[in-house]
């Protein structure tokens, strides 16, 4: 019996694969991302089923009927969909992980979401792992071929026979052909199907990613097959807008699920302007003509119906957790009375959009036979799930629709498909196609005949083929990919992450997600998805249940450890070489491509500090400045593209400093605005401050280039300098006495200088801070240069902290002798204070000294000094320009100083902060400035 080229491995594709199993048909798979379960893995809103066996067992009656009224067209869809998304569970083993959701366009609980996990992915992933455990066992039987792209369908003369697709080079596979592929809401191109059909949405962002670009389509139309219904494209009213990310193009779907809890949709003015459980093209009308930006509110309580994934939100910074509405309201800056009713409680909050979503038009069928445009049907081809057009587009808005749609008419074209081959009826149920005949007994390929090495030579090319790993010269031997594969069942269970084999027998019972969301995954490569889904330190979190079983790779060395070997067929460095732009960009680390387009904006050393590193392999420099972890901690805006041959091993980071900071708070630290902002900044200053006085730490006898020496260094003299620009303004305008006054102070405590044992020191305590604080920053700024910037050019701009630095550092030794270490100054008779500062003189001018009841003591004349070097024009112009640097440096250090982890500035504060920085910045500048060209006009 020939065979089924099903192209396209998400619900819609998987639910015909099935239909095709049970029915006794061969099957191929080709799926040109990487792994199967395409968009709809990434469902979040369930799966919309009237009727259904879990609505049943809670005595729930439901025909469907309001859907049907909406539209008529439907009635065949919501009756028989419903038995097909039965099925499906069924043979899948996950209805017991399903749950019953009220979500937008129902008159009730239908929608099938899940306990605790994305829908999409519980159902998509159980279903992956039926099939690929029947073409392990049965490779005739079904082959899944994955990173293949279709590139045309063979015909003989009007009838389909095959398709040519590439995966590592051109092939071809023989067979009836089933369009699986999604629709073309990812392609917002100039030449795309959007832009033909609904150019008014190209402003939109969209929630569907690049591989929606209806390839299916195109290559349907080359055989004469018909569209409709293509202006027929489905907006998302709540697509999330994540910090940072606000001008991406793509944005991640808010689950429906959220308002159908309690979640209320609200206006700039925090109104309500729509009923939240409205489908979803009338909610998006309804913010056309209503005033954004647009919030999606939760109060606690009514979140706790879906927890699980309101704390998947927050931690991904998707939502926003306030205090109370109240403090959402002084956000906001309107009335709370504008908000509905939130509760006493805390309160959750997403920003959200308006987004392209999913396209109800497509290929013209016919029980899943593709048709022309005289209505006649293509020979040998069919479709099924979104790349068809829906006949029912009012009801495509209702949520879970789409992927009820995907499942019902990919069961109707697998069994249209499957009567084209003569296969009228089911032979067995899925979960029987994998025993159906008796596993042949192993032999080794030395004890096999000629035919049988033959035969298990075109077995051995139907599975997923490993490059070598690296070869070292020296150390233990790795595990290697085909050791894990053996690790594929239940009760044995390994997967790899980030290069680490990892046994997860014990979790599998337990894992938050469910036992399905593992088992997909069994004996193979989840880095992608554990990426995607864990937050970083889920596996030491786990560690009790968990046993690393070592890094993959076919020997190891000595060092970092070996990378892991790039899958076949993988990337290169030539492909990573393309994506070179800041549109597109790509770097190499540890032997890993990773997509840092959406981090390059946000990034806190600066754009150039990745531009620089496009399109190449940035591990070294990478490990020398990033502490490790940091993938994980970026990895919203990180995409790891798989592993690259020809890369740079994987190098061992250097373990962080034993004091190192975990990173800063998200949120406001609970005190918002500017009063919030100003707090964290001197507490964080003082506290930085006395950490540096009082010896934690800063002494170590080893010099590299940790940026903490920069950053305690820096706040210190910040500090000083900010008190010592006021004192000098002040001395300007109180006169001599004061200016004199104040060189006095620092001459009367030189008995703190030399740990207090010598009378005679000749420098105080405070100037020993001073000095030990400017060879401390200046000596780690230059090593940190050294290593980091001088590969880089002037044009980068990445030197200009270092340039300013030096034009400060040469300023401040002519300052100092100017002024501090000036041999020949006059002495003259003025009154001090008797404890240093005159307190009650402070607001009479008098700081310094004391005209009342001071003592008589001889300072020296630092006014006269003074006026003899700004009465000189070239002087003042000198120190005016080095002022302006310094200035300059100021406002550079200060943007990379306050994102750092050692400040600990929350995060919603850290711009406030910084504007705070830079005008305390000009502030001392003026104050600097003032003084030389005061004395140069004064008479």
């Given amino acids: 019996?020939?065979?089924?080229?099903?192209?396209?491995?998400?619900?819609?594709?998987?639910?015909?694969?099935?239909?095709?199993?049970?029915?006794?048909?061969?099957?191929?798979?080709?799926?040109?991302?990487?792994?199967?379960?395409?968009?709809?893995?990434?469902?979040?809103?369930?799966?919309?089923?009237?009727?259904?066996?879990?609505?049943?067992?809670?005595?729930?009656?439901?025909?469907?009927?309001?859907?049907?009224?909406?539209?008529?067209?439907?009635k065949e869809m919501i009756e028989m969909g419903a038995k097909d998304v039965d099925w499906l569970l069924n043979l899948a083993g996950c209805k017991d992980e399903m749950a019953l959701w009220l979500t937008p366009g129902h008159k009730g609980a239908r929608t099938l979401g899940?306990?605790?996990?994305?829908?999409?992915?519980?159902?998509?992933?159980?279903?992956?792992?039926?099939?690929?455990?029947?073409?392990?066992?049965?490779?005739?039987?079904?082959?899944?071929?994955?990173?293949?792209?279709?590139?045309?369908?063979?015909?003989?003369?009007?009838?389909?026979?095959?398709?040519?697709?590439?995966?590592?080079?051109?092939?071809?596979?023989?067979?009836?052909?089933?369009?699986?592929?999604?629709?073309?809401?990812?392609?917002?191109?100039?030449?795309?199907?959007?832009?033909?059909?609904?150019?008014q949405l190209l402003q939109l962002p969209t929630t569907s990613d690049e591989r929606t670009n209806g390839d299916g389509i195109s290559l349907a139309q080359a055989v004469k097959a018909a569209v409709k219904n293509m202006n027929m494209v489905s907006v998302y009213p709540t697509a999330a807008v994540i910090p940072g990310m606000e001008n991406d193009k793509f944005k991640i779907v808010l689950s429906d699920a959220i308002v159908g809890a309690g979640g209320k949709l609200i206006n700039a003015d925090g109104k309500q302007f729509v009923s939240e459980l409205e489908i979803a093209q009338k909610r998006a009308d309804a913010m056309a003509k209503s005033k954004g930006p647009f919030r999606i509110a939760i109060s606690e309580a009514d979140a706790d119906k879906v927890k699980w994934l309101c704390d998947f939100y927050v931690s991904r910074k998707v939502m926003k957790k306030y205090s109370s509405a109240s403090q959402l309201a002084s956000e906001m800056k309107i009335p709370a009375g504008n908000l509905p009713a939130l509760g006493s409680g805390a309160v959750l909050v997403a920003q959200v959009t308006a987004a392209i979503y999913t396209c109800a038009g497509g290929l013209?069928?016919?029980?899943?036979?593709?048709?022309?445009?005289?209505?006649?049907?293509?020979?040998?081809?069919?479709?099924?799930?979104?790349?068809?057009?829906?006949?029912?587009?009012?009801?495509?808005?209702?949520?879970?629709?789409?992927?009820?749609?995907?499942?019902?008419?990919?069961?109707?074209?697998?069994?249209?498909?499957?009567?084209?081959?003569?296969?009228?009826?089911?032979?067995?149920?899925?979960?029987?196609?994998?025993?159906?005949?008796?596993?042949?007994?192993e032999k080794k390929p030395e004890d096999m005949t000629h035919e049988e090495l033959l035969a298990y030579c075109k077995e051995l090319e139907t599975r997923p083929a490993a490059a070598a790993a690296p070869v070292a010269d020296a150390g233990p031997p790795g595990v290697t990919l085909e050791e894990v594969a053996k690790h594929n069942k239940k009760e044995d269970a390994w997967v790899i992450v980030n290069g680490e084999a990892?046994?997860?027998?014990?979790?599998?019972?337990?894992?938050?997600?469910?036992?399905?969301?593992?088992?997909?995954?069994?004996?193979?490569d989840a880095t992608e998805e554990w990426n995607m889904i864990h937050k970083p330190g889920t596996v030491e979190k786990n560690a009790q249940h968990l046993k690393m079983m070592g890094k993959i790779g076919a020997g190891g060395g000595g060092g970092g450890g070996a990378a892991a070997p790039a899958a076949a067929g993988?990337?290169?460095?030539?492909?990573?070489?393309?994506?070179?732009?800041?549109?597109?960009?790509?770097?190499?680390?540890?032997?890993?491509?990773?997509?840092?387009?959406?981090?390059?904006?946000?990034?806190?050393?600066?754009?150039?500090?990745?531009m620089a590193y496009l399109g190449k392999d940035a591990t070294e420099e990478w490990v020398m400045i990033h502490k490790p972890g940091t993938v994980e901690k970026n990895v919203q805006h990180l995409k790891m593209m798989g592993k690259v041959s020809g890369a740079a091993a994987a190098?061992?980071?250097?373990?962080?400093?034993?004091?190192?900071?975990?990173?800063?708070?998200?949120?406001?630290?609970?005190?918002?605005?500017?009063?919030?902002a100003v707090i964290f900044l001197l507490w964080n200053v003082l506290l930085m401050v006395l950490r540096t006085i009082f010896f934690t730490g800063n002494f170590k006898f080893t010099f590299d280039n940790n940026r903490k020496g920069t950053i305690r260094s820096a706040v210190f003299l910040l500090t000083f300098t900010i008190v010592h620009a006021l004192g000098n303004f002040v001395d300007m305008l109180s006169g001599p006495a004061e200016l004199n006054g104040e060189g006095y102070l620092f001459d009367r405590i030189h008995w703190t200088g030399g740990l207090g044992l010598v009378p005679t020191f000749p420098v105080s305590a405070v100037e020993e801070y001073l000095a030990l604080a400017l060879l401390l920053h200046v000596s780690v700024a230059l090593k940190r240069s050294y290593d980091i910037t001088i590969g880089y050019t002037i044009a980068t701009g990445r030197w200009n902290m270092l340039l300013s630095g030096l034009v400060v550092l040469t300023f401040l030794t002519k300052h100092l002798m100017d002024f501090r270490f000036y041999p020949y100054y006059d002495y003259v008779e003025l009154k001090a204070p008797p404890l240093?500062?005159?307190?009650?003189?402070?607001?009479?001018?008098?700081?310094?000294?004391?005209?009342?009841?001071?003592?008589?003591?001889?300072?020296?004349?630092?006014?006269?000094?003074?006026?003899?070097?700004?009465?000189?024009?070239?002087?003042?112009?000198?120190?005016?320009?080095?002022?302006?640097?310094?200035?300059?440096?100021?406002?550079?250090?200060?943007?990379?100083?306050?994102?750092?982890?050692?400040m600990q500035i929350p995060r919603d504060h850290q711009n406030t902060v910084i504007y705070i920085g830079w005008a305390a910045a000009c502030a001392v500048a003026l104050m600097y400035g003032s003084v030389p060209w005061y004395v140069h006009f004064a008479t």
């Fill in 651 to 676: 190098v061992s980071a250097a373990p962080a400093a034993g004091d190192d900071e975990k990173p800063p708070p998200d949120g406001n630290g609970g005190i918002p605005g500017f009063v919030g």
């Fill in 364 to 441: 013209a069928i016919d029980q899943g036979k593709v048709l022309t445009g005289t209505g006649a049907a293509v020979e040998g081809l069919f479709a099924a799930g979104e790349v068809t057009a829906c006949p029912c587009p009012n009801a495509w808005s209702a949520s879970g629709v789409p992927l009820l749609y995907s499942i019902y008419t990919g069961r109707m074209a697998g069994k249209s498909a499957a009567l084209a081959m003569g296969a009228k009826e089911k032979v067995s149920d899925l979960g029987s196609v994998a025993t159906a005949e008796e596993k042949k007994i």
């Fill in 836 to 902: 240093f500062i005159n307190f009650q003189g402070v607001l009479s001018g008098h700081i310094f000294t004391d005209p009342t009841d001071g003592e008589v003591v001889r300072a020296r004349d630092l006014y006269s000094r003074e006026v003899a070097l700004f009465k000189d024009f070239k002087t003042v112009l000198i120190y005016t320009i080095a002022v302006v640097i310094f200035a300059t440096h100021l406002c550079l250090g200060w943007k990379k100083l306050i994102p750092s982890d050692a």
């Fill in 570 to 610: 993988g990337l290169t460095m030539d492909e990573v070489a393309k994506h070179n732009k800041k549109e597109d960009a790509w770097v190499v680390v540890n032997g890993e491509a990773i997509d840092v387009t959406k981090w390059i904006p946000i990034h806190p050393g600066g754009e150039q500090a990745i």
């Fill in 1 to 74: 019996m020939a065979k089924v080229i099903i192209v396209g491995g998400g619900l819609a594709g998987l639910s015909a694969a099935c239909e095709l199993l049970e029915r006794g048909c061969s099957v191929t798979i080709l799926e040109k991302s990487h792994n199967l379960g395409g968009n709809s893995s990434k469902a979040t809103t369930g799966i919309a089923a009237p009727g259904s066996e879990i609505q049943k067992a809670q005595g729930i009656t439901d025909k469907g009927e309001d859907l049907v009224s909406v539209e008529p067209m439907a």
């Fill in 114 to 199: 899940t306990k605790d996990h994305f829908p999409g992915a519980v159902v998509t992933y159980a279903v992956v792992h039926q099939l690929d455990g029947i073409a392990k066992a049965k490779p005739n039987k079904l082959k899944l071929v994955t990173s293949a792209t279709v590139s045309k369908l063979i015909t003989e003369g009007s009838k389909v026979v095959g398709v040519e697709y590439q995966a590592g080079g051109i092939e071809k596979e023989m067979g009836i052909v089933l369009l699986a592929t999604g629709g073309f809401a990812g392609d917002t191109s100039p030449t795309s199907f959007l832009a033909q059909s609904a150019p």
């Fill in 502 to 524: 990892i046994d997860v027998t014990k979790w599998i019972p337990i894992h938050p997600g469910g036992e399905q969301a593992i088992m997909a995954y069994v004996g193979k």
